[in-house]
């Protein structure tokens, strides 16, 4: 039986797009986007799915595989954290946070059935369990200069800081200063989107979401890019998804390696696209100093709100500081590097 919160999207004209699970759209996916780069929007975030983790060895079981200190989460937290191959390359990205005594992990749709068949494995003797529980919630992204009007529309409180969680039947996570992501049970989706919409907010789709990723500087690991990346060449310790003093964890000595002994040759960064079909992720990069040799590779991609496509993009520092790198072939379309809210060096 079909989820009645899909079925809802389905009556509103939400329509499910061709290729990444779970992408939705209202119809005009640049047209969200402006929405969401100039006003308030509600976002379905069903690109994006829940594990739940319970039972009484929680969280030392997740602190012994994740990249980050899981046991000095507290319970109004949540953080950004990795699941990591032995040789350091980012199999999923999370955020974490905690609910009463078990632990909900938020991640990409395409990759959940695999991600919680790995980590299950680890789960042996350990007073764990582990179960998808996407079809119990809707996940709903508030975003935008009013979300916290929105959100007393219906009757729910903004956190009070960033990456800290609400705790109640809903929960709202403050994911940075002005977006929050709602968990939200199926019964109860339908009346409070209605609710967040009576204060102006748009509905917009996951474009709209990825957009508002890129722009935060926010990488999210799919199918496409599954086992490319450490985590620095993510960025992801400058957003706080690494803790360098925890013990050892799948894929540890590479990424503390990375850190104080290596020089890092790739970094994260933000570009526009002035081409007319988006990039697919996983997409190659090139520069004249490494000739036919990819020099980096997409990661993710969304519609800019008047023309072209934003990106973030995986690539060599060197080929970055040089300024001129193509997609798709060395003489392909030229990257336009924008900034990020925090200082990559």
Same mark, same amino acid.
């Given at each position: 039986m079909q989820s009645p919160w899909l079925v809802f999207l389905d009556e509103i004209g939400g329509r499910f797009e061709e290729g990444p699970a779970g992408t939705v759209s209202f119809g005009d996916e640049r047209a969200e986007v402006a929405s969401a780069a100039s006003g308030t929007v509600i976002v379905p975030l069903t690109h994006t799915g829940l594990i739940r983790a319970e039972g009484e060895d929680t969280a030392v079981f997740l602190h012994n595989l994740l990249s980050n200190d899981i046991k000095k989460l507290p319970l109004h937290g949540a953080q950004y954290t990795s699941f990591n191959s032995a040789k350091g390359r980012m199999l999923a990205n999370f955020t974490l946070w905690r609910?009463?005594?078990?632990?909900?992990l938020q991640v990409s749709t395409d990759l959940l059935a695999s991600i919680h068949k790995k980590l299950s494995m680890f789960v042996m003797r350990s007073k764990v369990r582990l179960s998808d529980v996407t079809p119990d919630f809707a996940l709903i992204g508030v975003a935008g200069a009013d979300a916290a009007t929105a959100l007393d529309a219906a009757g729910l409180s903004l956190p009070p800081e960033v990456l800290t969680v609400s705790q109640g039947t809903v929960q709202a996570i403050r994911i940075d200063a002005d977006r929050i992501v709602l968990v939200v049970p199926v019964a109860q989706a339908a009346n409070v989107w209605q609710k967040l919409s009576t204060r102006g907010a748009r509905p917009a789709g996951t474009a709209a979401w990825r957009w508002?990723?890129?722009?935060? /500087? %926010?990488?999210?690991?799919t199918?496409?890019?599954?086992? =490319?990346?450490?985590?620095?060449?993510l960025n992801f310790e400058l957003i706080g998804g690494v803790n360098f003093q925890k013990g050892c964890y799948p894929g540890q000595e590479i990424v503390a390696r990375t850190q104080y002994l290596g020089k890092l040759k790739k970094r994260m960064y933000r570009a526009h696209l002035d081409v007319g079909a988006a990039p697919a992720p996983g997409?190659?990069?090139?520069? %004249? =100093?490494? /000739? =036919?040799q990819s020099c980096g590779k997409v990661l993710c991609v969304a519609p800019a709100?008047?023309?072209g496509f934003d990106i973030l993009a995986v690539l060599q520092i060197a080929s970055f500081e040089n300024g001129q790198v193509h997609l798709g072939a060395p003489d392909g379309p030229l990257l336009s590097f924008g900034t990020?809210?925090?200082?990559?060096?």
């Open positions: 609910d009463n005594s078990s632990y909900l508002l990723d890129i722009q935060a /500087g %926010a990488p999210q690991i199918a496409a890019t599954q086992d =490319e990346f450490v985590a620095q060449m997409s190659d990069l090139f520069a %004249a =100093e490494f /000739g =036919e709100p008047q023309a990020l809210p925090y200082t990559v060096s």
